[in-house]
């Protein structure tokens, strides 16, 4: 009789945390798109390893016009509140750049080589010669707070294009397993114009929009939809401007960033491979919320899983490297070429993995 008390309340936390969430139902196309044919089995397996000096989550890299590499890191894998901007120099030496009180999610240098960045729960910012910082932007036009600000990128005229994945929570685990389950239209593309100082909305109602790369003649921008396995094209200039379609549907995985490749494609990192598992319950909103309620210990872990593919302007998948096992590369979600160089992180892994094409 002495542990009914400690069941009760173990039951009662277990139905509190389910009405937490209230997910969406969405059904997942059954048949993904087939690699099969172009995929270059664990060839990513080749890759070298740099260390992130105790720090997790390369999330983007920037490149400045020496041709050093710079990404953002977090604390651990399971502490987003600090962390710092990591410089990898063209011998593949890492060293601390500056710490930071966030997570960096973003970056890119404009035309006079200062690093403009997204910081998890602040927003957009601009890098100082000395090291400090300048916020550019905190909120959205319509008052929103840029919490989870992710994927950024900068025209030839200097406006800057992001993503803002939640207006109501910043990163963390918790917050990621939501978003993915709870399946809402709760993120947003925007321009904003340090000139005139305005922000324009390109897109409200992304699921998960978290990667976004400029066009190379800058008449759209993709924006990947992670938990919704597809990409996004949107068009800011031209006679389609205002309009937007589907680029890619149907994916493997968790698309994550874009780049531009050095032969006017793009490459796309993956964070991960689908989870049949995941797939089965998105139809179930009652039993997402009994996930997300679950002990951690309890629940599905993503797996790790290496993944990026070379896609044309038109869509068409010209080129797939894999590590299946995530031996070396245990996911891919960040990507840049450099050099004939591919440089691949993610959000909770400790290390950058470089794989010569």
């Not at 939640?166 to 963390?172: A, D, R, V």
Request: aromatic share 10%; proline share 4%.
């Amino acid at each position: 009789m002495k542990t009914l008390p400690f069941y009760s309340i173990l039951l009662f936390n277990f139905l509190l945390s389910s009405c937490a969430i209230h997910p969406n139902k969405w059904t997942p196309t059954a048949t993904e798109v087939d690699i099969s044919t172009l995929q270059s089995t664990n060839q990513l397996t080749d890759s070298k390893k740099l260390s992130l000096l105790g720090f997790s989550g390369a999330e983007d890299f920037a490149m400045d016009q020496e041709g050093n590499l710079y990404c953002g890191t977090h604390n651990s894998n399971d502490d987003f509140t600090g962390g710092a901007i990591l410089k990898i120099d063209s011998t593949l030496n890492v060293e601390e750049y500056i710490k930071t009180k966030k997570w960096v999610t973003g970056m890119h240098f404009n035309a006079n080589n200062e690093l403009i960045l997204l910081m998890n729960g602040v927003g957009l910012l601009k890098v100082n010669a000395d090291h400090s910082f300048d916020t550019l932007l905190t909120q959205t036009p319509d008052v929103k707070p840029i919490l989870m600000g992710s994927g950024l990128d900068i025209a030839q005229d200097g406006k800057i294009y992001f993503n803002n994945l939640s207006s109501h929570m910043e990163t963390s685990n918790a917050t990621i397993n939501r978003l993915i389950l709870e399946m809402k239209p709760d993120g947003g593309v925007y321009c904003f114009d340090p000139k005139t100082k305005k922000t324009e909305v390109i897109s409200s109602g992304n699921y998960f929009g978290n990667g976004l790369v400029l066009s190379k003649d800058e008449q759209s921008i993709l924006v990947s939809e992670t938990s919704k396995y597809r990409i996004l094209r949107y068009w800011i200039k031209g006679e389609k401007k205002g309009q937007s379609e589907v680029f890619l549907d149907n994916l493997p995985g968790f698309p994550n960033n874009l780049k531009q490749s050095s032969n006017g494609n793009y490459w796309l990192g993956f964070t991960t491979k689908r989870n049949q598992q995941l797939d089965n319950i998105h139809p179930k909103p009652w039993m997402k919320q009994m996930v997300f309620a679950m002990p951690d210990f309890m629940k599905p872990k993503p797996e790790k899983y290496g993944l990026v593919m070379e896609v044309s302007d038109q869509g068409e998948i010209i080129r797939v490297f894999t590590d299946e096992e995530g031996k070396v590369v245990e996911e891919a979600g960040a990507i840049v070429e450099k050099d004939g160089l591919l440089f691949l992180g993610g959000d909770i892994v400790n290390s950058v993995s470089v794989f010569e094409l």
